[in-house]
């Protein structure tokens, strides 16, 4: 039997403490459901030694310049802790040996110009960094080598997940490469077979359940208190951790110029607090000077955030019966929608939602970048836009979309939208029209070489738009 609660890893025990993000209550240890003992809110990893001048680390503190320097150098290092983007970060982590790190050389994720996005949009300085080029192509590696390293230092044999697709798939891939047994609870025909298909692959027991991702979600609670599974969704806060250091790496790409806007994807709302959580503490930490607004983007159909904003003014949760082609956010009960909160609240951020024509278009606009990504990512572009409108993102300004997942997620949903029927039948249909400048569906043709150049002239003649 694994042990019920995580012990205090590593060889510096006292580093972390967890922290409830609602009555502040303080412990060493979590139970297995992530849940305060006292009052039942989520939890967060808190670091006491932590203090404005720097990380307190036995006698002698460490400056930023020195972190930044640290981290710098690392990039020569070919030992597996240095080569991962997230380990290299490992000040701002909780402290593991490095002989417990799982690692799949995850992060160091490359940062885009997007030129063309940024000509149609109206932003002098747009950027995409993306996170979809994580080893199983989604930003949920960064979280997971954290969150999974820390379960098997702990003991446990089994991990498990709900999911939209990308978590199932990074936590199977994290569970294999540590030698763990993994169980994946999705949504029954709702996420995709790629998705699917790595699960399967990296040997996880799969099962799809007849409910949706908060179902889903739901289930496994549960199951974490009668069974000995850990569970590695976003609730669990070494998730949090690791997600953290993709704002860390982008300020670093950046040379620690900071940008005006962050913008990234709201499903479960685990990523946009990690985002947050890095910014309030590179600032604390002297780190980075200001803090840039970091705006969260929905899916209309799936707006809990937006309408938790909105209609409660933040302070209750309002949940929704989620429906989106977007599968990734089709989430209508975010479990870290109080962190989300708070992140905007302190950055200045703003939330918006998006159609799903919206979304399309702007997935067609990324993908003539030559970058591409899922279509949940592509709600950071069709918010950015409205923000532009709304004149929350002013002329000059820099903005950094965060891309969460690769391009080969959802290929049903780009071969329908080039084919024309991506929403034939639906309330949408008629809107097709404005998307039709971006579609380039196959040509089927008699294998001869006139039809080959003829289609050749014709494509020639018409410039391709974005
Ligand atoms: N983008 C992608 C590609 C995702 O896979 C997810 C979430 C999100 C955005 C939303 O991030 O939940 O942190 O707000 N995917 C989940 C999954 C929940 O199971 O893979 P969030």
Wanted: hydrophobic share 40%; net charge neutral; proline share 6%.
């Amino acid at each position: 039997m694994p042990p019920s609660a995580i012990p205090e890893p590593g060889v510096r025990p006292s580093d972390f403490r967890f922290h409830c993000i609602d009555c502040s209550h303080l412990s060493d240890s979590a139970s297995p459901d992530y849940r305060c003992p006292r009052c039942g809110d989520l939890l967060e990893i808190s670091y006491p030694e932590w203090n404005k001048s720097g990380i307190s680390s036995g006698v002698s503190g460490v400056s930023a310049n020195d972190l930044i320097s640290t981290w710098k150098q690392r990039r020569l290092s070919s030992a597996p802790a240095d080569l991962s983007g997230v380990w290299r970060f490992r000040e701002l982590l909780p402290a593991l040996n490095d002989g417990h790190v799982i690692t799949l050389r995850e992060g160091n994720t490359p940062l885009y110009e997007m030129p063309q996005c940024a000509r149609i949009v109206g932003v002098p300085h747009l950027f995409a960094k993306h996170q979809g080029m994580n080893p199983t192509g989604s930003f949920k590696d960064a979280g997971m080598t954290v969150a999974a390293s820390f379960a098997h230092h702990a003991g446990y044999r089994w991990i498990a997940c709900a999911s939209t697709g990308n978590t199932s798939a990074s936590m199977a891939a994290y569970a294999a490469r540590g030698g763990m047994r993994s169980l994946v609870l999705v949504p029954e025909g709702k996420i995709s077979w790629s998705k699917l298909s790595q699960a399967l692959d990296y040997a996880a027991v799969t099962c799809q359940l007849r409910t949706d991702f908060d179902g889903c979600l739901r289930l496994l609670q549960e199951l974490v208190l009668r069974a000995p599974v850990h569970q590695l969704n976003s609730i669990n806060p070494f998730r949090i951790e690791g997600q953290k250091t993709l704002a860390i790496e982008l300020m670093e790409q950046m040379d620690w110029q900071l940008p005006d806007h962050i913008i990234v994807p709201g499903g479960n709302l685990g990523n946009s607090s990690a985002i947050g959580k890095a910014l309030l503490e590179m600032h604390d930490l002297g780190l980075i000077s200001r803090l840039p607004k970091l705006s969260v983007i929905q899916a209309e159909g799936a707006n809990a955030l937006v309408r938790t904003l909105r209609e409660a003014g933040g302070k209750q949760l309002i949940s929704v019966n989620a429906e989106t082609r977007a599968t990734a956010i089709r989430i209508g009960n975010p479990a870290s929608w109080k962190k989300a909160v708070r992140v905007l609240e302190a950055t200045g951020g703003a939330c918006e939602q998006v159609s799903e024509v919206e979304m399309a278009q702007a997935k067609a606009g990324i993908g003539t970048e030559g970058i591409g990504c899922e279509p949940a990512s592509a709600v950071t572009l069709a918010g950015l836009k409205k923000l532009v409108k709304q004149g929350f993102v002013k002329a000059g300004e820099t903005v950094v979309l965060i891309l969460t997942g690769n391009l080969l997620k959802d290929p049903d949903f780009t071969i329908e939208f080039h084919r024309g029927d991506l929403f034939a039948g639906t309330p949408h249909e008629g809107e097709m029209i404005v998307l039709s400048t971006l579609r380039r569906p196959p040509i089927v043709l008699d294998a001869t070489l006139d039809e080959v150049l003829r289609t050749l002239e014709q494509a020639d003649k018409t410039a391709p738009s974005g």
